[in-house]
């Protein structure tokens, strides 16, 4: 902990009365008196799982990019948005927003506008034609994804980036899946779904549409000429069956049939099964899904699936974190790394959620505790109900920049230091110092007397504590 | 250049004069026109003194503690209630040898409510390690302030400087105000030794274990006992630069061959300099001592003055209860270690308490009892009490 001359141990032992100044003043220094020997609990500077984070399927970092917006870098704000999932413009529109539940923002006054504030930098980034920065290294493998949804659509942008040679297979005429046969133009308009799926295209991914795997090309020749397939096809036969009875649509289950991959048979290293538990009995029969890993690997090296023909439950943000789940696992089984091996890493909170960052960096934000309401010191937070809402969009009215900054800077930043400096300030024993990277704290054992009035003053539970201390 | 000031005046310009940097006061009656006078000063830009508004007297003291301990000459004035809130830090003040000059305007302690002049607010601060100046006129208190940064920065410790409610803060009188180069010749800039340096940071009255504590309180009372020849020296310079002298910690009036010796401070020392030169034309050998300083205690003045003498009569507007008259106990206690022969019986009178006129009836009233009477009947002769 050394940092400076200072730190060294000085002690000064008078005689005589005469060698003393007349002052009360220190002449030493008190470092012989390690005071961190009393303690019996102990500080923790941690960033922990924001809840919006930990609520977000699609594994955004939520917390992150509200921070850059409150700070106006809406530029910032989306490239981490970005980098997380593709489509926040349409996530934005159609997502049952689940962070907003987890916020603990909403037991102070009103959550979090989140997904207000993600549509708005989503159609910020449409504004821009914002553009994602791709990895330098080509890598040679080729991946066929299999179906155009947001799933497929998430999992080809993810390898792309990640240097990956992506062919895209869709049976239609156009790419999209269920963003563009599920939702009503009104709610989510065509362009903003062309917009967000041509930004995924233009890094390079090969568009083959009208191509019906299975009827056009066959899967063995797929396998020949791909190092992975991903198939993404979508839950088609519950939802195609009920809507458009009678026609031939190659639905999930079709495709599993026509390829050989029996569900509901005991496999080795993994079943096909139909049905989940949120649907009723009745309908298990008519929603088939594929058994894979919780990473998105079937039975079948080399192939994966994702979205809604995985058992996930079937929303955009469930299908994004799909997606991305198994652009890791591809990435992972094309490297020859277990994937496993990095679930701690990349988990955010306790759920089935990742993060890409983590995964491209190998370092994460946060330990997977997730900051509760009850972990906030509130004496530092003042009430203020919503800037941004979404009968705003509603309205058709248009929101200024500042209208998006104060609502993200409403946001507690659980468990996210932002380095206001009160458990520095506050520190009696000035253990606490401020590291010189400016990357936050760091605590001085030694002397730190365990007394957590850093735990108490921070706001945010940035500073936690662990017991018994020996 | 002489100006008819009241007495708070003559204060502001004593701190005026000695170029305070750091002013921290809260008003209160009758101290207001000593800092009414120095906010005007600093906003006329005629003092370049840092003016600091407080909400009580007892942050009006710590920052003054603080500023000095920065290395600002600190000024603050007070009275009564003003002075005992600022207690604790009047002990810190000393305790951390901050040279803050400081004047108190003597009034009553409540309840009752009072504004009139007494020396308990003060005298009750006797152990705080303040070296304390007791005033009879404004001319005295404007050099007592000057004088009593010279002397508090030689000896790192605090003064106080008395005066009387009303009879001397509130009466104008003509006085000299010397010139400012003159001052600045005899009081240089503050160069404090132990200031705040941020280039050798360390801490000021941390915890101080029982193994040092004793040591620095041996070196407080030492730097008291080496004030009593500062306090002369410090007079001696100022008579030669500016003419005007009190004798350093007492002044003897008339004493020479006094067979009778009152001893009176502030206000009280005046009238009975009137009343001793009546009694003088009368043919009575009575003389005066008036102390000035009660902290450090003129000890040695005080044997010398009245060793032999037949009788002292002491007046004190104040008391200790349970004991008697402030510097009437403090005087005998002095007294009681020369021989026997040459120890006069010493009367002790309280009057004037709470503002009551101590006039030169009242005077001569304690004189007579005296000439009368061998020796004290009582610790304590009351005068004017309504029986």
Redo the contacts between chains.
């Keep these: 902990m050394k940092e400076k001359d ?1 730190d060294e141990i000085k002690v000064v032992v ?1 005689h005589s ?1 005469q060698e ?8 030493a220094n008190t470092l012989y008196n390690k005071t961190g020997t009393w303690k019996y609990v102990q500080p923790i500077y941690q960033n922990k799982t924001p809840p919006c984070n930990a609520g977000c399927p699609a594994g955004e970092d939520i917390e992150g990019w509200l921070s850059l917006a409150g700070k106006g870098d809406f530029s910032e704000a989306l490239q981490l948005l970005l980098s997380e999932n593709p489509f926040p413009a349409i996530c934005g529109r159609i997502c049952y927003h689940p962070c907003e539940k987890a916020c603990n923002r909403g037991k102070f006054d009103q959550p979090l506008s989140i997904n207000s504030a993600e549509r708005f930098l989503g159609d910020y980034g449409i504004k821009q034609e914002a553009t994602t920065s791709i990895s330098t290294e080509r890598k040679k493998e080729r991946v066929a994804i299999i179906g155009s949804g947001p799933a497929g659509l998430a999992s080809a942008y993810h390898l792309a980036n990640m240097g990956y040679y992506v062919a895209l297979f869709e049976a239609s005429d156009r790419l999209g899946g269920s963003l563009i046969k599920k939702y009503s133009r009104e709610r989510l308009p065509a362009e903003v779904v062309e917009a967000e799926t041509e930004r995924i295209i233009k890094k390079g991914i090969e568009v083959r549409v009208g191509t019906k795997v299975g009827k056009d090309v066959s899967l063995e020749s797929l396998q020949r000429e791909y190092q992975a397939i991903l198939l993404a096809t979508g839950d088609q036969k519950s939802k195609i069956l009920k809507a458009a009875k009678g026609k031939a649509i190659l639905s999930g289950l079709e495709f599993l049939e026509d390829t050989g991959v029996k569900w509901g048979v005991k496999l080795e290293g993994g079943i096909a099964i139909i049905g989940e538990r949120d649907i009723p009995e009745k309908e298990i029969k008519s929603t088939p899904r594929i058994m894979t890993d919780s990473m998105g690997a079937t039975h079948e090296k080399g192939v994966f699936a994702c979205g809604d023909i995985t058992f996930i439950p079937r929303a955009i943000n469930h299908e994004v974190g799909s997606g991305k789940r198994a652009a890791m696992a591809i990435d992972s089984y094309l490297r020859g790394e277990d994937i496993e091996k990095k679930l701690e890493l990349v988990k955010v909170g306790e759920g089935e959620l990742v993060s890409m960052r983590s995964y491209i960096t190998g370092t994460a934000k946060w330990v997977n505790k997730v900051v509760s309401f009850d972990e906030l010191n509130l004496d530092y937070f003042e009430e203020k109900s919503r800037f941004l809402t979404p009968e705003m969009f509603a309205k058709g009215a248009i929101i200024k920049d500042e209208i998006a900054i104060q609502e993200a800077e409403r946001c507690f930043h659980c468990g996210v230091c932002t380095q206001c400096d009160n458990c520095y300030i506050y520190c009696p024993d000035l253990a606490i110092r401020r590291r010189k990277d400016s990357q936050g704290y760091s605590i001085n054992y030694d002397y730190c007397k365990g007394c957590l009035i850093c735990v108490h003053e921070c706001p945010r539970n940035a500073m936690s504590y662990e017991g018994v201390v020996k | 250049m002489k100006k008819i000031l009241m007495g708070n005046h003559a204060v502001s310009y004593g701190a005026l004069l000695s170029r305070v940097e750091v002013i921290a006061a809260y008003p209160i009656t009758p101290q207001t026109q000593v800092v009414e006078k120095l906010s005007e000063m600093c906003a006329q830009g005629k003092l370049k003194a840092r003016y600091i508004n407080v909400e009580s007297e007892h942050s009006a003291m710590a920052a003054c503690i603080a500023a000095e301990q920065a290395g600002a000459r600190a000024f603050t004035a007070t009275s009564s209630h003003g002075l005992t809130l600022m207690h604790e830090l009047l002990h810190w003040a000393a ?3 901050l040279p803050i000059v400081m004047a108190n305007i003597n009034r009553s302690m409540a309840p009752g409510w009072s504004i009139w002049t007494d020396q308990n607010d003060s005298l009750s601060q006797r152990d705080t390690g303040w070296l304390q100046i007791y005033c009879e006129s404004s001319q005295e208190v404007l050099d007592s302030i000057i004088q009593a940064y010279k002397i508090a920065e030689q000896v ?1 410790l605090p003064v106080m400087v008395l005066l009387d409610a009303f009879f001397l803060s509130h009466t104008y009188e003509p006085v000299d105000i010397p010139d400012q180069g003159l001052v600045d010749q005899f009081l240089p800039k503050l160069d404090y030794a ?1 200031k705040i340096d941020i280039k050798d ?6 915890l ?1 274990p029982p193994e ?1 504590y004793l ?2 309180r ?3 009372q030492k ?1 008291m006992e080496e004030a009593h020849d500062v306090i002369i020296q410090v007079d001696k310079e100022y008579q030669q630069m500016f003419g005007r002298s009190y004798g350093g910690l007492v002044e003897e009036y008339r004493t020479e061959d006094a067979e009778l010796v009152l001893v009176a401070s502030s206000t009280a020392a005046s009238t009975s300099r009137m009343v001793v030169d009546q009694l003088r034309d009368e043919g009575m050998k009575v003389g005066m001592l008036k102390m000035r300083f009660f902290r450090p205690f003129p000890t040695q003045e005080v044997i010398n003055a009245l060793k032999g003498v037949k009788k002292v009569a002491v007046i004190d507007r104040n008391i200790s209860y349970g004991q008697g008259g402030i510097f009437c106990e403090e005087i005998r206690s002095v007294l009681y270690n020369i021989d026997q022969h040459e120890r006069p019986p010493v009367f002790g009178y309280i009057a004037g308490l709470g503002g009551r006129d101590i006039t030169p009836t009242t005077i001569r009233e304690i004189l007579s009892h005296t000439l009368k009477e061998d020796k004290p009947k009582e610790n304590i002769i009351w005068i004017g009490v309504k029986r």
């Excluded at chain 2, 940071?201 to 941390?206: I, K």
């Design positions: 200072e008078y009365e003393m100044p007349p002052v009360p003043m220190s002449v | 305790g951390a040898r790192l132990y940071p360390c801490s000021f009255g941390s101080l040092y040591e620095l041996y070196k407080m730097a």
